[in-house]
């Protein structure tokens, strides 16, 4: 079995991580081809991995322009039986690979999040020219792949959207050690955090608007940025004029005490996949500011686990962090609320390496 995608892995894996491949492995021969993080390892018997192309400009259109080349050796040196492709435009150069290489291997295609997003509400503005040829390619990849697997309830309504009948859905494995550990209570300072990329489909944007319409009413509240990204401008602003706090990266260990120093995860996206962090907010009893964009309704219950407002309405969104960060109690119960939702959403190992076989037959 390989597995293609764009996921930046760092050799050697991380405990978590590497019991996820050591229980495919159990039952199947696995190689992965994807991209390396920086300072990753030497490839192993197991991982073929893209290093980064300088100047970082290229490093995408580099990956992608020789991805099907390189699907292709690896399809006529291995003959896998199933190509398991991370994404549409990744289950594209695979399907290319195969007639090229003229391997009979199935391809599977999974859908975490929607395809047009990466085009529209990503990186730079240049990227919206190639929304239109996106779209056609994604579509074409996942009427012609063998299988479509999406991860949560709302990537099968876009896969349906395209009248393909999606596999049944199960969650992307998630290495969530580290969120895993004895939760801490709701520390003494109210704090908002938000974690992920600065791109405009998170709403960066977006968040900046409404903390400053918050902040007024909420005096001795934080709010703390976690990514980088296109938008790094977004954040040094709040940082100069609200004192935000902004870490560009930080581990998973990192993330997981940052969580455990707030009392709420905001989550303002205007697309979201498998929201990732949703799920690692929820282990450690932390509720959710989101909008009701993507799967965010898929994970959080609006007034359970979380509270949930419209996209792009700055003012609703500043009103809900009002809320919460000016409730401790109501924190208190979203945060249990949190602990409770998690479940769904949580695979052991074996458990996605036998729904991941159960797909591919």
């Known amino acids: 079995m390989l597995f293609v995608g764009r996921t930046r892995y760092r050799l050697p894996l991380s405990p978590g ?15 992965v081809l994807a991209a390396a993080s920086p300072g990753s390892g030497p490839d192993d018997a197991t991982f073929t991995l893209v290093r980064p ?8 259109p580099a990956f992608w322009v020789a991805l099907p080349w390189r699907v292709a050796r690896l399809l006529r040196s291995l003959r896998p039986t199933t190509v398991v492709c991370q994404t549409a435009y990744d289950g594209a150069a695979v399907l290319a690979a195969r007639r090229f290489a003229r391997v009979p291997a199935q391809v599977v295609v999974e859908v975490h999040a929607d ?11 240049a990227r919206r020219l190639l929304g239109g040829l996106g779209d056609m390619v994604a579509a074409w990849a996942l009427r012609r792949a063998d299988a479509v697997r999406p991860v949560s309830p709302y990537t099968a309504v876009l ?60 005096p001795h509240a934080t709010l703390r940025l976690v990514g980088s990204g296109s938008r790094t ?14 870490d560009p990266q930080l581990t998973p260990a990192g993330v997981a005490a940052a969580l455990d120093e707030s ?8 697309s979201e996949g498998m929201g990732r962090v949703l799920v690692e907010a929820f282990c450690r009893g932390r509720g959710v500011v989101g909008t009701r964009a993507g799967s965010i309704p898929d994970l959080v219950a609006d007034g359970v686990s979380g509270l949930l407002v419209e996209p792009d309405d700055p003012a609703a969104l500043a009103a809900a962090l009002v809320r919460v960060l000016g409730d401790r109690a109501l924190a208190g119960r979203l945060g249990e609320g949190a602990r409770a939702a998690a ?7 074996e458990e996605y390496a036998r729904r991941v076989l159960e797909l591919v037959g």
Not at 18 to 30: C, I, Q, S, T, Y
Not at 263 to 270: D, E, Q
């Open 17 to 31: 991580l590497g019991k996820k491949f050591e229980a495919l492995a159990r039952f199947v021969d696995v190689h």
């Open 53 to 60: 192309v300088r100047p970082r400009l290229l490093d995408g």
């Open 115 to 125: 395809w047009r997003t990466s085009t529209r509400l990503y990186g730079s503005p």
């Open 159 to 218: 896969v349906r959207e395209l009248g393909v009948d999606p596999a049944d859905a199960f969650p992307a494995f998630m290495d969530l050690e580290p969120f895993e550990v004895a939760q801490a209570p709701l520390p003494q300072r109210p704090q908002a955090l938000f974690v992920g990329v600065l791109e405009p489909y998170k709403n960066i944007d977006g968040l900046a608007d409404a903390w400053r319409l918050a902040a007024a009413d909420l």
């Open 233 to 246: 401008d977004i954040a040094q602003r709040l940082v100069r004029e609200h004192g935000v706090r902004w």
């Open 263 to 270: 009392w709420v995860l905001v989550l303002p996206s205007r």
């Open 343 to 349: 479940g769904p959403w949580l695979q052991t190992p």
